[in-house]
């Protein structure tokens, strides 16, 4: 089974090749959908070949372009707990005014009882299930493989972990380490191999060697002020990367956190910076 990880745009998604099909988990912001194709082109994939999509909850940098990739053929599976969810980021399309949104249509969703999952996935040659993972949102599910890449959407990263006991995000992600993955593949992170005993492996428990980071450093506290401002006016990474100078992995985090955490201030993704490289 071949993943390709899909980087357009500021959610990564991810395209799963079955023995006789193609899934795609998660889309992008509305208007990236030429990004989208470009992505796929520079993977020799038509969007045609994709059957079938999975949206891990339906906030709108998730779910953005979804019905035009639906609209070349494929398939929107949502298990049934997410059916009252799937046009709750179509007002914020509209308040924003972003061009290019288009709503996701009934006739293109496939509503199934999530422990069916297992057998729909089968259909198409992908050996896995999808599990009903809360916390981010209520309406967040992850794709589990059996090979052991679990995709979790927005669901808060391991290293968090310490922030939310006795949380629904705690409760997800027992769930998920009780199958032992391998692999974990973040909606707004680089993916993290994990050891047998279901810890980040060594060399992903720090492995950008990043100092912590001081809650006095005005500089730093000013650059992610920057980097937040430039987010919310959809600047891709690289773009960011060029007005602020800063590094490309610390844009990543600091994206990521930002995007994942509501209502978080810049000293809340400071505080998540310095748990994340103890």
């Known amino acids: 089974m071949t993943i390709h990880e899909l980087k357009y745009s500021n959610t990564n998604t991810y395209l799963i090749e079955g023995d006789s099909g193609m899934?795609?988990?998660d889309t992008g912001w509305a208007g990236s959908f030429p990004a989208f194709c470009k992505a796929m082109g520079e993977q020799g994939i038509s969007v045609q070949e994709i059957r079938y999509i999975l949206i891990s909850h339906f906030h709108p940098d998730h779910m953005g372009i979804a019905q035009e990739i639906a609209d070349q053929g494929a398939v929107i599976l949502a298990p049934e707990l997410q059916k009252p969810y799937i046009h709750s980021a179509d007002s914020i399309f509209e308040k924003e005014k972003r061009e290019g949104f288009v709503p996701i249509r009934g006739e293109k969703v496939r509503f199934f009882p999530i422990d069916e999952g297992r057998g729909i996935l089968k259909g198409i040659g992908i050996d896995g299930g999808i599990l009903h993972t809360p916390g981010h949102s209520d309406d967040s599910i992850s794709l589990c493989l059996d090979e052991g890449a679990v995709f979790v959407g927005?669901?808060?990263p391991l290293y968090e972990l310490e922030l939310h006991k006795g949380t629904e995000i705690e409760s997800s992600w027992n769930l998920l380490l009780g199958l032992h993955p391998k692999t974990v593949y973040y909606g707004h992170a680089k993916s993290a191999a994990l050891d047998g005993d279901g810890n980040l492996a060594a060399g992903d428990r720090?492995?950008?060697n990043q100092q912590p980071l001081s809650r006095q450093d005005s500089d730093t506290f000013a650059l992610v002020s920057q980097i937040m401002k430039l987010v919310d006016k959809g600047c891709r990474p690289e773009?960011?990367?060029k007005k602020t100078g800063a590094d490309a992995v610390f844009i990543e985090d600091v994206?990521?956190?930002?995007?994942t955490h509501r209502n978080v201030g810049v000293q809340g993704i400071l505080d998540r910076i310095e748990i994340k490289n103890r």
């Open 23 to 25: 899934l795609l988990f």
């Open 255 to 259: 994206t990521r956190m930002y995007l």
């Open 206 to 208: 720090n492995d950008r």
């Open 239 to 241: 773009k960011i990367r």
């Open 154 to 156: 927005d669901l808060n």
